[in-house]
């Protein structure tokens, strides 16, 4: 041990300092730039430096170019209200202890007596390492993302906070909540501190938090984001009081070490309390796994990523598990993003042990999906009842009543052939126009019956292409290759056919027959429906019947209801959520939300968004095209994400 005089002080931290190859620790209530930028080595070593922050003159001392130096050099920054220890230890070998800050009056020649002892003991060295690591646990690592400081719990589920720094509306965030937890946050409404507020706050808050106005008008005029932090933590911790300030929507307690088989996930009971800080999230490991969480607080079964948190670089995920057994609605305008979400999803899926069948209108998924069997329907008519020949007639001035025996004979010869079932249906080895002839065939050689079903034909040869009319035992035998596929993606590309109801009927026909391979085989699949409200429709929509004679309408209902018991999935898109069946929508228990401008639309997807999300529903008309919300079973809660478009 060496005793140092005040002279000697100085110069011997100044070669003390430009001898440190690894580490440099040091604890100062009080530092100026000057000093402490004399005593730097020129070499970048691992530095760590307290300093007091009881009170906002704190830090008319501790001058800002301080702060910005450490961080300029990588180094940490730990802010403590009650320190006055003055020592520091250069490699964890050296160390001088004494009453001097680092500071002119400190260290410099015309300043206040001080005294030091130069330490080298090993055991000496190490209680005081000790002795520093015992008061960084006690004090702010003003390093790390700290973005606020919560000012007022509303609730179990809000709080009011005030940002140390600009930062976006959707923005997460964490208050450390017991040893190894936190509660997971995020903000809902930013509200600017200016003085022009001061009256309001007057009226809620005690008026000796505002008696100072000279110290107010430093804090909150401030620039450096870095500094700022500093002041507003020394000003509170001086005056022992919370100012009120946004809105932070608390939507979960992270526990990562709960006993085996517990939830990580659960939801928040009591308050944040008054004063505590708040954490950004944006670079946090927790983050990450908590996205690999779902809604019920589990490790995610088959987690697929599909594009980003909102303003972070992290990964989003849903938990395909949940959505072939309880369904996903993927809702938005044209352009919003909403099929490209599912082409992500589709991307990342690595599962060899899911069956993805899609329903895909206008042909957008054919160079998303590289290995898949892709059947193209031809542009044909598709009849799968007599009820729909009758509506064939009617449209081309045929009207069938029933009611002579040459009616009667084709009406029993079409319900005959014609079943909304894929192995009965007569199309396994006729036409529809073989079906037309025989049905000709029927009637009286010269009655007028017979002349105006031969006028049909050949107004249906001529309005439609040859396709139309006899590619029907192809298309049926295309089928069933396309069922029995061992490709994990199956494409069901309906773009060419313009008849909506051949449509339903082929997509009804198709999932009647995968919801039966799905009670037969064991298996996971999905069923994807580009274009929902065209196959089911919520009553008085368009051209297309809510009714059990759409069969597509018939077996969505029924995925919807039962598919779950059976793990097949249906994942319903739709540019029109009022048009679709609101049965249906009310089964699917993901919502991916995209932009939506309709009232109608907005007013269809509200059910979503409960009070606490009324922010994000507010600005869906305003989203961005590859923003969305996502919510629901398949994610650990609510959030907004983001996926590249192209």
């Known amino acids: 041990m060496k005793l140092l005089s005040k002279e000697e002080i100085l110069p011997f931290l100044k070669n003390l300092f430009s001898q440190a190859q690894n580490s440099i620790k040091i604890s ?14 020129e070499k970048n070593v691992n530095l760590e430096v307290i300093v007091r922050d009881s009170e906002l003159e704190d830090f008319l001392i501790t001058d800002p170019d301080v702060l910005r130096t450490i961080q300029q050099l990588k180094g940490k920054i730990f802010l403590n209200p009650d320190i006055h220890s ?5 490699d964890n070998k050296k160390a001088v202890v004494g009453s001097a800050n680092i500071t002119k009056s400190g260290l410099y020649q015309d300043g206040n007596i001080e005294t030091a002892v130069f330490i080298e003991d090993k055991k000496q060295i190490q209680k005081l390492i000790s002795q520093f690591e015992s008061i960084k646990e006690k004090s702010v690592n003003l390093s790390e993302e700290i973005v606020g400081i919560v000012l007022n719990s509303v609730s179990s589920i809000t709080a009011e906070i005030l940002l140390f720094q600009e930062v976006p509306q959707q923005t997460y965030l964490k208050i450390p909540a017991g040893d190894s937890g936190f509660l997971l946050g995020r903000i809902a409404v930013i509200k600017d501190i200016n003085s022009s507020l001061f009256s309001t706050f007057l009226s809620t808050i005690e008026r000796s938090v505002f008696s100072e106005v000279e110290k107010l008008k430093i804090l909150l005029t401030e620039k450096d984001p870095l500094y700022k932090k500093a002041l507003t933590l ?11 300030v946004g809105q932070l929507e608390i939507l979960a307690y992270f526990n990562p070490e709960v006993s085996h088989g517990e939830s990580v996930l659960k939801t928040p009971m009591v308050p944040p309390t008054a004063g505590a800080l708040v954490y950004s999230l944006k670079t946090e490991k927790e983050i990450q796994s908590i996205m690999k969480i779902n809604h019920a607080g589990y490790p995610m079964g088959e987690p697929v990523s599909f594009g980003k948190l909102f303003n972070t670089n992290l990964n989003a995920y849903v938990d395909l598990e949940k959505i072939y057994s309880m369904h996903m609605a993927v809702l938005g305008t044209t352009g919003s993003g909403k099929t490209t979400f ?30 898949s069997f892709k059947l193209i329907f031809p542009p044909l008519l598709f009849p799968v009842s007599f ?11 045929v009207f069938f009543q029933e009611k002579s025996s040459e009616e009667k004979r084709i009406a029993s010869y079409f319900r005959r052939h014609l079943k909304p079932d894929l192995e009965i249906i007569g199309f396994n080895e006729k036409s529809l126009e073989d079906m037309l002839i025989e049905s000709i065939s029927l009637t009286d050689l010269k009655g007028e019956l017979r002349e105006e079903l031969q006028t049909f034909l050949d107004m249906l040869k001529k309005d439609y292409t040859e396709d139309a009319l006899k590619k029907h035992p192809e298309v049926v ?9 061992k490709e994990n993606v199956v494409i069901y590309d309906f773009h060419r056919i313009e008849d909506p109801i051949t449509r339903v009927n082929i997509a009804g026909i198709l999932m009647k027959e995968i919801f039966r391979i799905s009670k037969l085989e064991e298996g996971k699949r999905v069923i994807i429906l580009e274009e929902a409200q065209n196959f089911a429709p919520e009553k008085g929509f368009g051209e297309i019947q809510a009714g059990s004679s759409n069969i597509a309408y018939v077996m969505a209902r029924k995925i919807a209801t039962e598919g779950r018991k059976f793990n097949l999935g249906l994942i319903a898109i739709t540019q029109r959520p009022a048009n679709i069946s609101k049965y249906v929508l009310s089964q699917l228990n993901t919502q991916a939300v995209f932009k939506l401008i309709n009232r109608n639309d907005l007013e269809a997807v509200s059910v979503f968004f409960e009070y606490s999300k009324e922010d994000i529903f507010n600005i869906l008309p305003f989203l961005k095209p590859g923003n969305g919300f996502i919510t629901g079973l398949a994610v650990p809660f609510g959030i907004l994400t983001e996926i590249k478009l192209g």
Not at 342 to 370: A, Q, T
Not at 477 to 485: A, H, N, T, W
């Open 86 to 90: 003055k020592f520091v230890i250069i």
């Open 28 to 41: 100062s209530p009080w530092i100026k730039s000057e000093v402490f930028k004399e005593l730097l080595p």
């Open 234 to 244: 020394s000003y509170l911790n001086e005056k022992e009081s919370s100012i009120k």
């Open 477 to 485: 035998k295309d089928i069933k290759k396309s069922l029995e596929s």
């Open 342 to 371: 599912v082409r992500r999803i589709m991307e990342n899926l690595k599962s060899k042990d899911v069956k993805v069948y899609i329903f895909d209108l206008y042909n957008e998924y054919e160079k998303s999906v590289s290995k």
């Open 387 to 397: 009820d729909n020949i009758k509506e064939l007639f009617r449209q081309y001035g």
